[in-house]
């Protein structure tokens, strides 16, 4: 059966990533801890500045702003 066009783009963005992969030196396990936790702050901080966007209630803002100043503290930590 012949493969489909993003099958074939799909496996091609795989093997380019991998390559990227290989260039590098390998990550320590602390060094791969470190880059997710960072990430997944980050992530926290892009969800809260979308929530605080939308908040309409004034408690919730405070809240919210409190959360972007805690995250982007430990951000600067994490730096």
Do not use: C, T, W
């Not at 801890?33 to 960072?38: L, N, S």
């Not at 702050?41 to 408690?59: F, H, K, T, V």
């Not at 919730?60 to 702003?65: F, K, S, T, Y």
Request: aromatic share 2%.
């Amino acid at each position: 059966m012949a493969r489909g066009f993003e099958s074939k783009d799909v496996e091609y963005q795989q093997a380019e990533a991998e390559r990227g992969r290989a260039g590098g030196r390998a990550l320590s396990a602390a060094e791969r801890d470190d880059a997710a936790r960072r990430r997944s702050i980050e992530l926290a901080l892009a969800r809260s500045r979308g929530d605080l966007a939308n908040a309409a209630s004034p408690a919730h803002r405070r809240m919210l702003e409190q959360a972007i100043a805690e995250l982007e503290r430990q951000l600067s930590v994490h730096a």
